[in-house]
């Protein structure tokens, strides 16, 4: 019995410091619009694009959004869309009920509000939680299926641009871009650096920031 | 990106009291950059506001609004949709209330 109390002293223990440690990773990177992370022995940062780079990545959009609008084989949204249907999948209707699945959440969350019962807190807790995850497992169902759109393709390409645009290495007290060229970006097998860099630089900018513009209304 | 830790840092005592400092003096600074914020950290400073005002609120004894409330994130989403939801609601009824039939005053060129 004492020694299951010293592994969950030590569990608790443990945790807290995890816990302090997070914190701390992530106070650091809300210091400044810069984010520093080591690997190996070098030190890497992601930062937000400057207007130079800015207007890099909106030269590179334009290209990329006439190179897919320019194969047959790409489609929008919209088309997608109509295409599923034939299929039998109606993602409208999908679309639709992950706003239901918002309503009823939002009715939970006011009885949720008004409580101060344990019981009834505990219940409604585990009802608000099971509809978020069915929302939110539609949610990734229709980004799933709608993947290949040139709206999300040119997404992921504005984030990849852009990682390669602002990932930079240390060299002695200097920050120089890690590519040379999107090329050798986009050649790298150095995956751990670059899911890390998507990853931080996801921390620094809406993906909103990304999308192409009414791209959607284009089809009408 | 872990919202969990954000929130938690947000609404620690330390962000609080800075965060007050900085809103009442206006020349404290949150973050090395003045402009250009990031995402998260735009996203910190909405939950700083958030921590702030729930504070307000539990200063003033809001009804429904406790510490239990505060340290568990799903009843502070919770009070918050109810409160902005009320608040929305009494937002439409004073622009219905406040609706008058007096014309709009017209002005016309003097010829």
Known sequence: MEEKNKTELIKTGLDAIKQIEEEMKLENIVKDNKIEFKMGDEIYRVRKPDFIELQELDIQRRKKYTQLISDDSYLFREEWIKKYIKKGIDIESKEKKVKTFQYEIEVFLIKLAKTAEPKTIVELTKTIEKLRNEQFELSIEITDLLSYSIENQLMIFMVSYSTYLVLELKKQDKWVRFHKSYEEFEKSDNTPLISKAFYFVNYLKYNEDYNEPNSSKKTS | ?111
């Open chain 2, 1 to 111: 990106m872990n919202l969990t830790v954000l929130r938690k840092l947000a609404k620690s005592n330390r962000f609080q009291a800075l965060y007050r400092r900085v809103k009442e003096s206006g020349f404290l600074k949150l973050f090395k950059n003045d402009y250009d914020l990031s995402k998260i950290q735009d996203i910190f400073l909405y939950y700083l506001e958030i921590y702030y005002m729930l504070y307000q609120d539990l200063a003033e004894k809001k009804p429904y609004l406790t510490e239990e409330v505060i340290d568990n994130e799903l009843r502070t989403d919770a009070y918050l949709f109810m409160k902005f939801k009320h608040k929305s609601k009494n937002d439409k009824k004073r622009e219905v209330t406040t609706a008058s039939n007096v014309p709009s005053v017209i002005f016309k060129r003097k010829n």
